[in-house]
């Protein structure tokens, strides 16, 4: 197994949170964020595992200059664009910023709501209807 940062998923997050205002706090310098691919596939419970999103534990931050990591695995390289934003938008709905410190907020059923909400039950997969991310896409 091999992980590589990417700058094509730097820039995937990039135009996902220029487009959602609920992500913008995200542009803070105060929130740094790697993004890394990972060359093997994910599952938990038999499902595909597209990405995922990790605070940087301190420790770990002599070595690595991010706050989060998000991470997509090998199947969600092979989703379309409009398909990797949705992923990105929703690991990136796990950070989070209370005013005063940053966090990963576990998996929800706000999360998915909003997801779910937008792109229908498929939202992650390449069946889901085409709808693309942004004020656009709602």
Not at 12 to 34: G, K, M, N
Not at 59 to 71: G, H, L, N, P, Q
């Amino acid at each position: 197994m091999r992980y590589e940062q990417s700058e094509e998923l730097a820039r995937i997050a990039e135009a996902v949170i220029s487009v959602e205002p609920e992500l913008q706090f995200l542009t803070s310098p105060d929130c740094r964020i790697a993004y890394l691919i990972c060359s093997r596939a994910k599952r938990s419970r038999g499902k595909v595992v597209y990405a995922a999103a990790e605070k940087v534990k301190d420790k770990y931050k002599a070595f690595i200059e991010s706050d989060f990591i998000i991470t997509f695995y090998a199947d969600a390289l092979a989703l379309d664009e409009d398909h990797q934003k949705r992923v990105m938008y929703h690991e990136l709905l796990h950070i989070s910023f209370d005013g005063e410190k940053y966090s990963i907020v576990p998996h929800n059923v706000e999360d998915f709501r909003q997801c779910i909400d937008r792109w229908g039950v498929d939202w992650a997969s390449d069946q889901g209807e085409q709808m693309t991310i942004g004020k656009a896409g709602r």
